[in-house]
T-cell receptor
Framework: DQQVKQNSPSLSVQEGRISILNCDYT??????FLWYKKYPAEGPTFLIS?????DKNEDGRFTVFLNKSAKHLSLHIVPSQPGDSAVYFC?????????FGTGTSLTVIP | NAGVMQNPRHLVRRRGQEARLRCSPM?????VYWYRQLPEEGLKFMVY????????ESGMPKERFSAEFPKEGPSILRIQQVVRGDSAAYFC????????????FGDGTRLSIL
């Protein structure tokens, strides 16, 4: 059973606009959430994370929002750049294991 | 390079042979995780190890697959009697094992079965 879900396999955004990637989870024991970025032929790279005690964490152009009541998190990238084109994975941890979504392929159109 | 090191980057095996994939975690990390990514799919958890212990192997196929993380040396994912369906990218990640700390990934081993 997929405890972390990314329902949009792909997303296209114009350069300079905002990219919003979404992720849903089912396990209320998750207390740490992460986003990874993956280019072809490379391993996933850690991007940003958020603890369950927060509802927002920002790092430059990247902001992660957590809605615990809805069991939903999102990653906002603004402004989007062509170099942001990659597959984005969300992940959640219960302090022991990490659970990954199936990824969203983001294409930023110049 | 202080990152997670995986080798080889590419491995070609014939059906029935054995495949050994190695992973050296980041310095200071004592927890290792192995994932498999099939074409057009996401990351599938396989096994979680600490030094000399398997913590969770719920994602590992029951037959032909094994993993170890010895006291000295890298973690090894071993696949015996490989079949075509084992062709995939295998990623290793490591973490310090403390709550609220991310995993960091290697660049993977791409296994091709002829």
């Amino acid at each position: 059973d997929q405890q972390v879900k990314q329902n949009s396999p792909s997303l296209s955004v114009q350069e300079g606009r905002i990219s919003i990637l979404n992720c849903d989870y089912t396990n209320s024991m998750f207390d740490y959430f992460l986003w990874y970025k993956k280019y072809p032929a490379e391993g996933p790279t850690f991007l940003i994370s958020i603890s369950s005690i927060k509802d927002k964490n920002e790092d430059g152009r990247f902001t992660v929002f957590l809605n615990k009541s809805a069991k939903h998190l999102s990653l906002h990238i603004v402004p989007s750049q062509p170099g942001d084109s990659a597959v984005y994975f969300c992940a959640a941890s219960d302090g022991n294991q990490f659970y990954f979504g199936t990824g969203t392929s983001l294409t930023v159109i110049p | 390079n202080a990152g997670v090191m995986q080798n080889p980057r590419h491995l070609v095996r014939r059906r029935g042979q054995e495949a050994r994939l190695r992973c050296s975690p980041m310095k200071g990390h004592s927890h290792v995780y192995w994932y498999r990514q099939l074409p057009e799919e996401g990351l599938k958890f396989m096994v979680y190890l600490q030094k000399e212990n398997i913590i969770d192997e719920s994602g590992m196929p029951k037959e032909r697959f094994s993993a170890e993380f010895p006291k000295e040396g890298p973690s090894i994912l071993r696949i015996q009697q490989v079949v075509r369906g084992d062709s995939a990218a295998y990623f290793c990640a490591s973490s310090p094992g403390r709550r609220g700390q991310p995993q960091h990934f290697g660049d993977g081993t791409r296994l091709s079965i002829l």
